[in-house]
């Protein structure tokens, strides 16, 4: 079992930075993945960035504008988000994909935070 739990969201102006945090706890061990996805009501959760085997992936529209970074030690996920614009409005969620053994079987499970609300607005 792994929990999430994301800070950092806010109100921000257009052009300002904000940098989000996501500390697991429980079975870190397990975590094979993690990475930061968004939602806008009325539409899908979509990604952002994630990290994998020191390896980053970020959506285009965020490219250049947001850096994803992992602290194992601190078992700490975060999201520092600069240039924000007003469609970078929504809340984003922090995620982990866990591989757990328990005996003979691995167990993949898909965990997620409850979410930290960002709005960019002057």
């Known amino acids: 079992q792994v929990q999430l739990v994301e800070s950092g969201g806010g109100l921000v102006q257009p052009g300002g930075s904000l940098r989000l945090s996501c500390v697991a706890s429980?079975?870190?061990?397990?975590?094979?993945?993690m990475g930061w996805f968004r939602q806008v009501p009325g539409k899908e959760r979509e990604l952002v960035a994630t990290?994998?085997?020191?390896?980053?992936n970020y959506k285009d529209t965020v490219k250049g504008r947001f850096a994803i970074s992992r602290d194992n030690a601190k078992n700490t996920l975060y999201l520092q988000m600069n240039s924000l614009k007003p469609e970078d409005t929504a809340v984003y969620y922090c995620?982990?994909?866990?591989?757990?053994?328990?005996?003979?079987?691995?167990?993949?499970?898909?965990?997620w935070g409850q979410g930290t609300q960002v709005t960019v607005s002057s």
């Open positions: 990290i994998a085997r020191g390896s980053t």
């Open positions: 995620n982990a994909l866990a591989k757990c053994p328990v005996g003979d079987d691995i167990y993949d499970l898909d965990y």
């Open positions: 429980g079975d870190t061990v397990c975590i094979s993945a």
